[in-house]
T-cell receptor, first 110, second 115 residues
């Protein structure tokens, strides 16, 4: 059974602090996606990681992929309130299949 | 470029009533997905289409759920009869499919409340 696990599930962090969200998956894949979802809204694509060792950065967010460890990380640097949202990783499998993690609800507090 | 369009955005019905959701994917996207998202959880696949063919419907509760993709473009997801446990957000997504980045683009979702 394919499993995609994220941790932590809930994250409350102070503005200006750094933190990392982890995404582990159970079956080999070389493609992983990160999405953001604001309350009551749909999912918005953040990053696409297409190979082992891939690293993508946008503003205060940086995502990386280690396919050997079956692990992706989403690192938050100097958090700001606007980053408060739920973040999902999604693992791609052959045949246009996407499996989503449970999500990490991030709250950035002043 | 228009995104994935879904309607209705919100629907409130009584249990045992039927309901239908409609999705128009991004032009040229051959692969279309219907996901179910319960509160506080990640999207779970209901059905996936490649053009007009349903290639993965293993998670679709076929006793009450049905779906179709007309001419490989628009899609409709139907529930009949609805149960209380069907209250959730129904997300439609589309992608180009194949190799490359193949990003999944979501619609705004249809929020169903069953009373």
């Amino acid at each position: 059974e394919l499993k995609v696990e994220q941790n932590p599930l809930f994250l409350s962090m102070q503005e200006g602090k750094n933190y990392t969200i982890y995404c582990n998956y159970s079956t080999t894949s070389d493609r992983l996606y990160w999405y953001r979802q604001d309350p009551g809204k749909s999912l918005e694509s953040l990053f696409v990681l297409l190979s082992n060792g891939a690293v993508k950065q946008e503003g205060r967010l940086m995502a990386s992929l280690d396919t050997k460890a079956r692990l992706s990380t989403l690192h938050i640097t100097a958090a700001v309130h606007d980053l408060s949202a739920t973040y999902f990783c999604a693992v791609y499998y052959t045949g246009n299949q996407f499996y989503f993690g449970t999500g990490t609800s991030l709250t950035v507090i002043p | 470029e228009a995104g994935v369009v879904q309607s209705p955005r919100y629907k409130i019905i009584e249990k045992k009533q039927p309901v239908a959701f409609w999705c128009n994917p991004i032009s040229g996207h051959n692969t279309l997905y219907w996901y179910l998202q319960n509160l506080g959880q990640g999207p779970e696949l209901l059905i996936r289409y490649e053009n007009e063919e349903a290639v993965d419907d293993s998670q679709l509760p076929k006793d009450r759920f049905s779906a179709e993709r007309l001419k490989g473009v628009d899609s409709t997801l139907k529930i009949q009869p609805a149960e209380l446990g069907d209250s959730a957000v129904y997300l439609c997504a589309s992608s180009l499919g194949g190799s490359g980045a193949n990003v999944l683009t979501f619609g705004a979702g249809s929020r169903l409340t069953v009373l």
